[in-house]
């Protein structure tokens, strides 16, 4: 097992991307621990799908543009399973607004949720990697769009942009306690994030025409690179972006 008793966190852990991670990470042996804000009835039915599968994994309500939440969501791993491992700042929204559109409440919860927590949660993560003294990951699930412009979604552009930098300044940080930061870019998943598109036949149409593999990913090809991330084959990878998008950002901007 690639993961085996490796303790991992994920944001936004009980649907889309984060519920396949933590469904993935707990198939190679790791234990899990799932962040959530709303529908705890989904968690507890994912933590039984687990357990049923021989994994572990426990639930946490916490909202992780709140630093004190954070900094909570580290000391459950601790007081469950021992340590923490790996860190993967999921949790995400978007208003699908321009920058003559978007408010200031609009930006700020974009902010707050995207790039605060992530900034905050990797630093309460990395506090704890050193206080247990042997390293640790973080993985960001950033977006294409992180250096791709999107125009209708420009709050969502620029937390991703700052994901990006974030995870190549702080992983130069903090390698010399040997703690990585690495950025999962996605291009366009199937997740409840992209309904009103997937329920567009025109929308699909051009969208699958755009990508040059032809079709949306599925979360759990999303997960499967978290997964070798996690494992010890990508231990030299940090300050760095894996780009997952089918070729989509080869392509025109704008879709």
């Avoid at 966190?9 to 959530?36: H, K, Q």
């Avoid at 039915?45 to 572990?56: M, W």
Wanted: overall charge negative.
């Amino acid at each position: 097992m690639l993961l085996k008793d490796k303790t991992l966190v994920v944001t936004g852990g009980n649907s889309g991307i984060g519920e396949a991670i933590v469904l993935a990470a707990a198939a190679e042996g790791a234990n899990v621990v799932i962040d959530y804000v709303a529908h705890p009835e989904e968690t507890e039915s994912l933590i039984d799908r687990v357990e049923a599968a021989g994994g572990r994994a426990v639930g946490i309500e916490a909202d992780v543009s709140r630093s004190d939440d954070l900094h909570a969501m580290v000391q459950k791993a601790v007081d469950t399973f021992g340590r923490l491992d790996v860190l993967v700042n999921n949790a995400g929204i978007e208003t699908r607004t321009s920058l003559l559109e978007t408010t200031e409440a609009d930006f700020e919860k974009v902010m707050a949720i995207n790039m605060k927590s992530a900034f905050f949660g990797s630093q309460a993560a990395a506090k704890q990697f050193i206080s247990q003294g042997d390293g640790g990951l973080v993985i960001n699930i950033s977006s294409v769009h992180e250096d791709w412009p999107m125009p209708g979604n420009i709050a969502y552009c620029v937390s991703k942009g700052g994901i990006r930098m974030l995870t190549r300044t702080a992983g130069v940080e903090l390698g010399e306690h040997g703690i990585r930061m690495v950025n999962v870019a996605p291009g366009a998943v199937s997740t409840p994030i992209n309904a009103s598109t997937e329920a567009d036949p025109e929308k699909m149409k051009r969208l699958d025409a755009a990508i040059p593999l032809g079709r949306m990913a599925q979360s759990e090809e999303i997960a499967d690179v978290v997964v070798f991330l996690a494992s010890r084959g990508a231990g030299y990878m940090t300050s760095t972006t894996v780009t997952v998008d089918g070729g989509i950002s080869q392509g025109s901007v704008g879709l």
